[in-house]
């Protein structure tokens, strides 16, 4: 029996910043929640085909799985995304980064 | 300290060029990721998991306050107002954006520094013995040997392009404290039967998904003949090293695949094949590399300073961080000291701006405005004068970089791990972190004596887990991390690779479990005995027992 289709969003690291960006409609944000969600392999492959092209302003563009939550908003499933999505856990002088203590 | 030449000087500007030129190409889209990745690459930058990350080499370790501080400088204009030492003797920057890469370039050119080689399948950053030209128990200083290979190595056109990455490291004393059987070549100063100074050079050592103890492919080689030995090492591994596999095309493969013996066949006959056409190094270069490493003006000093040791007798935590911190120099009255980056809830070799300023200072005052970066990611402030070590220590404590912990289980080395690296499976630092409040306790940390934790993030091994008496591995399973501990490493001139001390661990199970290990170590350890030395004796199966008890 085929595996159930997970929905999918579309990230890319920002050309200029290097930062975490995701694919909303057809620009780049930096908040995931606004991602635009694909919700079959054919609208996940064609989120891809629209995000590819835009070497410009990205770089890798990739589809991450996403679970969508009770407000319809995407959040990453893999842990690795989860990283990219949260930044560092660790806080190192005055920096501020989320903070998850799962250690 | 080495001062660029003309030609380190323009190479490295016309590199900028190059490069700023690329950067414009990428931005306005005339060069494609895929044109402009190994470009990059080669200067050192990186795409990490929320950002760029540039790689600075310290040539053999060797910084000047100067140079410290405009990493500085460079951190609190470009970045985030910290860096990252790593275990190979670099500095890293997390935060800089592609635009501001050039001028951060141009800006480490001006104090002699750059990315080159940082990156890519070349000779990378050559590294060597943080005490080199202080330590009691040199035969000889190293970094001369390491400045031929860096300018050797350089932008070398035939080893730019090699099956994978190049590590080579340099030892001028017995005691290793480079790591130099962990390395693709590994090169310990040694005395020949006549009395003269040579190389025993060793090929093959490696950690990675195949961890390697490296092996004799020459026990003594005369100095003049260095290079030439290099290059009939890199050229039989560029000719058969495998490209077909990426995890298989480092030189360890190679040499696990066709023997040693064989290989070493391959390499002399390609050495006395090529002998007649290389050329020995120049002789005016030669000497221009010594004296760039002449001894500081060193004071005429007795060997025992009266004020040094009523300050330890009048404050024991003083004494403590002279036990613990010092190390003992060639130079009567004088001692070289680590400041280790490693508080207790910190992150492993990271290093805030106003620590690098406050640092180049005491530099300047203290240590002939010289430091040393070490490959377990601490400094070395390499000339102080005993007689001022007390107030040094003040100076640090001022700093907060005071920690008495040299060697001990909270001078843990650590890789970024999945906190920032795009290749990581797990965090590595807040399992650092862990374990360092765990025995924040300083008396139980001397207590427990020499332990060397190292944890890496990957089984790329970054953070040296194979080779640390404890090591510990991050993995992912099923989309959640856990951790490999290993025992029985050594980094030193007694190589050991850890050995797998049972299942998996959930990362909260960790800091668990390297108590029960040390608590094993505790109970069963003779008089004197260290960690390691107890494990040696007792064997692995008594602290898997010990571990998996009441697990």
Redesign the interface.
């Known amino acids: 029996m085929p595996k159930p289709f997970v929905p999918k969003i579309v990230s890319a690291n920002d050309l200029l910043s290097g930062r975490t960006v995701f694919l909303s409609g057809n620009s780049w944000v930096s908040d995931h929640h606004a991602a635009s969600v694909a919700a079959s392999p054919e609208e996940a492959a064609r989120l891809l085909r629209l995000g590819e092209p835009q070497e410009d302003a990205v770089v890798g563009p990739y589809l991450v799985d996403v679970h969508i939550r009770e407000d319809g908003t995407p959040e990453p499933i893999e842990l690795r995304e989860i990283m990219r999505v949260t930044g560092p856990t660790v806080k190192n002088g005055t920096l501020t980064f989320t903070q998850d203590a799962t250690v | 300290m080495y001062q660029y030449d003309d030609i380190d000087r323009d190479l490295v500007r016309k590199r900028i060029e190059q490069f700023r030129w690329q950067v414009k190409r ?2 306005e ?1 005339s060069l ?2 895929e044109e402009f990745r190994p470009l990059r690459l080669m200067n050192g930058l990186y ?6 990350m540039l790689r600075i080499a310290i040539p053999y370790g060797t910084l000047s306050a100067r140079q410290l501080r405009k990493l500085a400088d460079i951190a609190d204009t470009y970045d ?3 860096g990252h030492f790593t275990t190979r003797q670099n500095i890293q920057f997390n ?5 501001d890469v050039p001028d951060i370039l141009e800006e480490l050119a001006e104090v002699e520094m750059h990315a080159i080689q940082t990156s890519g399948n070349c000779i990378r950053n050559v590294t060597s013995d943080p005490l080199a030209g202080v330590a009691a128990d040199e035969i000889e200083d190293p970094r001369p040997t390491a400045e031929l290979i860096r300018q050797w190595s350089s932008l070398h056109p035939e080893f730019s392009f090699l099956p994978r990455k190049f590590k080579i490291a340099v030892t001028g004393s017995p005691n290793d404290r480079t790591a130099v059987y962990f390395h693709d070549i590994g090169i310990r100063t040694v005395r020949g039967p006549d009395g003269a100074i040579g190389y025993e050079i060793i090929i093959g050592g490696g950690q990675g998904r195949t961890p390697m103890v490296g092996k004799v492919a020459r026990s003594f080689l005369p100095k003049a003949d260095l290079l030439p030995y290099l290059e009939a090492i890199l050229r039989v591994y560029n000719l058969y090293g495998r490209r077909d596999n990426k995890f298989k095309a480092r030189i360890k493969i190679l040499v696990h695949e066709v023997g040693i013996e064989r290989l070493r066949e391959q390499i002399e006959a390609e050495f006395a094949r090529s002998a007649g056409r290389n050329r020995q190094p120049d002789v005016a270069a030669l000497a221009h590399i010594r004296r760039a490493f002449s001894a500081p003006p060193y004071e005429h000093l007795p060997a025992r300073s009266a004020q040094f040791e009523d300050a330890r007798l009048r404050e024991p935590a003083f004494a403590a961080w002279c036990a613990q911190n010092m190390t003992r120099h060639k130079v009567a009255g004088y001692a070289a000291v680590t400041v280790t980056l490693k508080k207790v809830g ?2 492993p070799g ?1 290093i ?1 701006s ?1 620590e690098m300023r406050g640092l180049a200072d005491l530099a300047e005052r203290y240590s002939f405005s010289e430091l040393r970066v070490t490959h377990e990611q601490n400094l070395v402030l390499p000339h102080v004068r005993q007689d001022e070590l007390h107030a040094l220590w003040q100076e640090l404590a001022r700093l907060k970089l005071a920690d008495a912990n040299r060697g001990l289980v909270t001078d843990i080395i650590c890789c970024p791990g ?3 690296c795009a290749l990581a499976t ?2 590595s ?3 650092a ?2 374990i360092s409040r765990r025995f924040a306790d300083p008396e139980k940390q001397r207590e427990t004596g020499p332990l060397a934790i190292k944890i890496s993030g990957c089984i790329n091994a970054c953070g040296h887990h194979h080779i640390g008496h404890i090591g510990i591995l991050g993995l ?1 399973k099923a ?3 856990y951790y490999q501990l290993t025992i029985g490493g050594d980094p030193t001139e007694t190589p050991a690779i850890g050995e797998r001390a049972g299942p998996g661990l959930s ?2 199970e ?1 800091p668990d479990a390297v108590e029960r290990l040390i608590n094993h170590y505790l109970r069963i350890r003779h008089e004197g005995e260290t960690f390691l030395e107890t494990y040696r004796r007792v064997g692995g199966e008594s602290f898997r027992e010990a571990l998996h008890a009441a697990h």
């Open positions: 990428r931005l889209g494609t990721e795409l990490q998991l929320h950002a760029y985030r107002g910290y935060w800089p954006q592609l635009s910190g992150e990271d805030t106003r999945l906190d920032y797990a965090r630092i807040p399992i972190q862990a992912n989309g959640k991390e990362a909260e960790v």
